[in-house]
């Protein structure tokens, strides 16, 4: 075996060289494992259902040792496991692989595998929407502030890559997918942003899916929790550690929330007025809520809130997520492709409502793969704020039938179109799909470029980095 990286616990890793360790699916996550355990003199197979997923011959040479099994889920080799790493798309619930694995099988995530190797500090992010904003935005506070941290989990490189460079803090984002397979994480403080329906062809109902989620409080030092909603409250008599909560009302000394000061809508830190909602770099109170968790995680984490303000305004956003595209046609086009679910779609909406003016009519593009979500909670807000609803993909129909005034098209370029023909200057037309986008594209950021590149064409040049 070879020696020990210093940043890393040796006893974890001399207890992994007398198991069997599988790695189940090859994607980038399985890559990095594989990559991380070579590095360690670790021996270990490999299984994916899929036959092209690797470059087999390019795998072998870098691993010659390694068994390799590919195109099928392999039962023998799932049984003989001692350890089995799992790559977070691969349902462990799945009948041919929960029959295999053996009593005693220990079933690990990248992540549950770097926590019980690295004492990094952690700010830990889940939720349903939001995580990506908040995760972005805690990061660009750290560089700001002169703190080395790194993304990692579910965002950015792969979480074993960043174990040679010994940041000072590991800013997580987490997705239920991999706190099913997380147990030994310590982080100083973590949150559960939001909960909606979202990923339940997996996890079934929406108990389970909370209770995933709700399984980053029991590893943290400080739950930050939502006051508007109540799936992510944790019982503060059953909590070893600190509560601090951020929500839309005005908050007790404390916690975070919003409050009118001198009729401006305000972030607020008990009955201290921070800044002005209109002064935020991120349209939109799903926004400002975001603002108020990450306000709520830095503290935690001992960083100064003065100075937190004072680097708030200087956040660009991210692309795909309520990114405005500049154009001149005196339309505000909106591209939230990363709207991948019901809440996502329903914080976008409410968000720009309570943000426009008189006489500005909303156009909604929405549909996609529905990935099994009931989308009645749209209903309302759908009848109330959205002027035309157009909608497309796999579920578009389900959605269709939600508001009278709705359109389906088959592309999102007919889409945006029709939308072009029935917006004026100074409307607001937002693609939040409410669906995955794996019906019709690769992924959300596809869609995302394909909405951008058929409002160019049909509204003048597009300024990317704008945002709404």
């Not at 799903?286 to 680097?311: E, R, T």
């Not at 309570?354 to 156009?363: F, P, V």
């Amino acid at each position: 075996m070879t020696e020990v990286t210093a940043n890393i616990k040796p006893e974890p890793i001399k207890q992994l060289a007398d198991k069997r360790i599988l790695i189940l699916g090859l994607g980038q996550t399985g890559l990095s494992c594989a990559r991380f355990l070579a590095s360690q003199g670790l021996e270990f197979a490999v299984n994916d259902s899929r036959e092209n997923v690797i470059d087999e011959a390019v795998f072998q040479r870098d691993h010659p040792n390694c068994e390799l099994v590919l195109g099928k889920w392999e039962s023998a080799l799932i049984a003989s496991a001692q350890v089995i790493l799992a790559s977070p798309g691969i349902d462990m619930a799945e009948p041919v692989i929960a029959d295999a694995v053996a009593d005693g099988c220990q079933v690990w995530g990248d992540v549950e595998l770097f926590c019980r190797l690295s004492d990094i500090p952690v700010l830990a992010v889940t939720g349903s929407n939001g995580k990506s904003t908040v995760v972005s935005l805690l990061a660009h506070l750290a560089q700001s502030l002169g703190i080395n941290a790194e993304l990692g989990g579910n965002v950015g490189v792969p979480i074993l890559d960043l174990i040679e460079k010994s940041p000072e803090l590991l800013i997580l984002e987490l997705s239920s997918f991999q706190l099913e397979t997380i147990s030994s994480m310590k982080a100083l403080a973590a949150s559960v942003l939001n909960l909606s329906d979202d990923h339940l062809d997996r996890h079934r109902t929406m108990e389970n899916y909370r209770d995933i989620k709700q399984k980053i409080y029991q590893q943290a030092g400080v739950a930050v929790v939502n006051r508007d909603d109540s799936a992510t409250w944790i019982d503060e008599k059953a909590f070893n550690g600190k509560v601090i909560s951020f929500g839309s009302d005005a908050p007790r000394d404390g916690h975070f929330g919003l409050a009118n000061i001198n009729n401006e809508l305000s972030l607020m830190y008990g009955q201290q007025a921070l800044v002005s909602v209109w002064q935020l770099p991120l349209s939109g109170v799903h926004n400002a809520l975001n603002c108020l968790a990450v306000l709520a995680l830095g503290l935690s984490a001992g960083w100064p809130l003065d100075k937190m303000l004072s680097h708030l305004s200087s956040f660009t956003g991210l692309e795909h997520r309520c990114q405005g595209l500049k154009t001149h046609d005196g339309i505000l086009w909106i591209n939230d492709s990363k709207a991948t679910n019901v809440g996502a779609t329903i914080a976008a909406i409410s968000g720009l409502a309570q943000t426009k003016n008189a006489g500005q009519q909303l156009i909604l593009i929405a549909g996609g793969d529905g990935k099994g979500a009931d989308f009645s909670p749209l209903k309302d807000l759908l009848t109330q704020e959205v002027a035309l609803l157009i909608t497309l993909g796999k579920d578009g129909a389900q959605l269709a039938a939600l508001a009278a005034n709705s359109q389906k098209v088959e592309s999102l370029e007919q889409a945006v179109a029709l939308a072009g023909k029935n917006a004026k200057a100074g409307d607001i037309v937002l693609l939040s799909p409410a669906c995955s986008s794996l019906d019709m594209f690769k992924n959300f950021a596809v869609r995302g470029q394909v909405f951008a590149d058929a409002v160019q064409a049909i509204a003048g040049k597009q300024t990317p980095g704008a945002n709404a």
